[in-house]
């Protein structure tokens, strides 16, 4: 099952997504049984990010070919560190690059697991069964920033930063895929989803030896590939089984401060 | 005034805080217009922290002292970091002391401002207007992991390591205030809370160049001084003008992982 959150009535509606319509439902079907009230037509479906997470989480180094290129150390166990929701924003709208953003300004296509349930002190199979599906995201970076600042406030979370979607798909083996970014409909990077040095269920055993993970919560699981992103560009992330996550790149407009 | 959250009938429930009870609320009085629904004795109040952000702030070196004694270089600009909410507690409810930790397990006293509502480019004028009122903040940090892991993620956001409240005080010069740290009712630190680098305006203008606060949002603000906590102590957290943030430190328990 395919589902999504659109906006309907200026509202955020959760929805399921079929090939020629989303089904609007009355509730999150990741807290439970959601009823249908009503259905767009698919392709004039307004996408939000497909959750607002309670605690964004992000796995930095995790493919052995993208560690490699950097010239870092393999790590010996999961970590993870935080993005912010400010950041998120929908398949189909636009990545605003900001005025003073000059040089390497890049997309990073990167799985994201959505967390179905409360959880602590995991087992393997406590992780796989507490996932609810499966999404992409886009974890844009501006570089300066990256190297200038000493976190990532910025350059990985300012406004827009972060699409995500353009739904949640629950029925694929997502470490069986293939993941692919394109520009403007040439393909930059293609790699396998799942070769990871640990994989999402290895890194929600070791998050939730400390931490509770909640309904809601997502894990973006880093990238092999980079691609350099310029204002006219579309860029997409296409992950097999799950689907197609595109925006376009705008430049910022002017602001008085 | 004073606004928090208490856990009602199983719900967490909107107060607003008086001298001998606490009057509860049909809903957020951030959001707007809330309705007064009922009341609870203050005295038997179980606190929640006074807020779930949508993103959670925290800023690092931001006192003098505390840079001069970590051999830091003072910031030349603002900047921030952030935290989870999966590590909220509220007053009086306990910071476990997770079973891996050893060695250094501090306390950090902070000034956290709320945010009121929806701002970007903001001016110092538009600062100071969006700050819908004060809280206090325990920064908990575990130092092995700290300084062991690459992030952020278990050494100050294991769950129980923030501590936020009691309430947000609406009417007070946070600035003009005075910050003590007690454990078991001892004294370890006081500083004068506005003693910054960059004080909180400073950080809301900085922040939204880049970033669209929310309502909701919170800013902590970082700490002059720490002290050591260990299982069986009681920690406070007073600011002047504000209240008491309260907490005794738990061990952890055993679990099959």
Redo the contacts between chains.
């Keep these: 099952m395919r589902y999504a959150r659109v906006s309907a009535g200026g509202r955020a509606v959760w929805g399921r997504v079929g090939e020629t319509d989303v089904e609007l439902l009355s509730g999150s079907p990741i807290e439970g049984d959601a009823q249908v009230i009503g259905t767009v037509p698919r392709d004039t479906a307004l996408w939000l990010p497909p959750v ?1 997470p ?2 964004f989480y992000a796995v ?1 180094m995790n493919y052995p070919r993208h560690i490699a290129h950097a010239g870092a150390a393999v ?1 010996d166990r999961p ?4 993005r ?4 998120l924003t929908g398949h189909g709208s636009p990545i605003v690059r ?1 005025a ?1 953003v000059e040089g390497r300004f890049e997309a990073e296509p990167e799985l994201v697991a959505v967390i179905g349930r409360t959880l ?4 393997h199979d406590d992780a796989r069964a507490a996932v609810f599906g499966w999404t992409i995201g886009n974890d844009v970076s501006a570089r300066t920033w990256q190297h200038q ?3 990532f ?2 350059s990985k ?3 827009t930063f972060k699409p995500m979607g353009p739904w949640i798909e629950t029925d694929v083996d997502a470490l069986a895929q293939t993941t692919t970014l394109r520009v403007n409909g040439e393909q930059r990077a293609s790699f396998p989803t799942g070769d990871m040095v640990f994989d999402p269920f290895d890194h929600i ?1 070791e ?1 939730t ?6 309904p809601g919560d997502v894990l973006w699981m880093g990238a092999e590939s980079t691609c350099q992103l310029e204002p006219g560009d579309t860029v997409e992330v296409e992950i097999s089984g799950i689907g197609v996550l595109s925006n376009p790149v705008h430049p910022e407009g002017n ?3």
Excluded: C, F, M
């Design positions: 607002v309670p605690v930095g790590p970590e993870v560190g935080y912010a929701n400010n950041a900001p003073g602590k002190h995991a087992t600042d000493r976190s406030w910025r979370n300012s406004d055993v998050i030896r400390h931490i509770t993970l909640q602001h008085p401060s």
